[in-house]
């Protein structure tokens, strides 16, 4: 899959991001069968490292301990050339905020906030999923994180209709995280812009959220 050149492919990707289709999950991997995908994952070429990178991710969403010890190693993927090893890497470090006591994740913020103004959709949508992950086990990093995600709508995508996704995508990570952030500065200010976002289903959950904001006084 690749971000660039998506006509033809485009309101495919889009539809995944909006509407996923339900998948059979990603094989689990035990404690000892981590490091070797790992491995793999952190390999120079091969396809092999794409299905290692989504067991890994897969492992990292159900089993963070497993995989942490290896953090440092995945946060290396973040500069790499191929994207798929990215939008895996990206998802496991979000995956692995809750276990990260020594709170190594605050190296790599940086580098995950650039990549939804990086103008590419699947890495943009993956940071923001990441990072919404990040701000659910560190309240602290809050502020460093949610300004990135209110100012979707002004970044520059291929299209508007990625950008709209996008909106959607962060959209997302306020709803789940909603009693925490809704009274936050510029947050109901987005929601609002939302309500006009041209995908219906994204202006319905706008729409739903500010409600719920008017109804608590």
Not at 12 to 26: E, H, I, N, T, Y
Not at 162 to 170: D, L, S
Not at 181 to 192: D, I, N, Q, S, Y
Request: aromatic fraction near 4%.
């Amino acid at each position: 899959m690749h971000e660039t050149n998506l006509s033809g492919g485009r309101e495919k990707v889009m539809s995944k991001l909006v509407s996923p289709r339900r998948k059979p999950p990603a094989r689990m991997l035990t404690r000892s069968q981590v490091a070797a995908a790992v491995q793999r994952m952190a390999a120079p070429k091969g396809t092999e490292r794409f299905a290692a990178g989504k067991a890994v991710a897969a492992t990292a969403d159900r089993a963070p301990d497993r995989v942490y010890p290896h953090f440092t190693t995945i946060a290396a993927l973040l500069d790499g050339d191929c994207k798929i090893v990215r939008w895996n890497a990206v998802q496991t470090l979000g995956a692995l905020a809750g276990v990260d006591a020594p709170r190594q994740i605050d190296g790599v913020l940086d580098k995950l906030l650039s990549f939804i103004r990086c103008g590419q959709l699947v890495s943009a949508a993956n940071a923001i999923g990441a990072l919404g992950r990040i701000m659910r086990h560190r309240p602290d990093l809050v502020d460093a994180i949610l300004p990135s995600l209110l100012r979707v709508q002004q970044e520059t995508f291929e299209t508007p209709e990625c950008r709209n996704v996008i909106a959607g995508q962060a959209l997302n990570v306020l709803e789940d995280l909603w009693d925490d952030l809704r009274a936050r500065p510029g947050v109901m200010e987005f929601v609002r812009q939302q309500q006009r976002n041209p995908r219906p289903a994204v202006a319905r959950r706008a729409a739903a959220l500010a409600a719920s904001r008017s109804g608590c006084g």
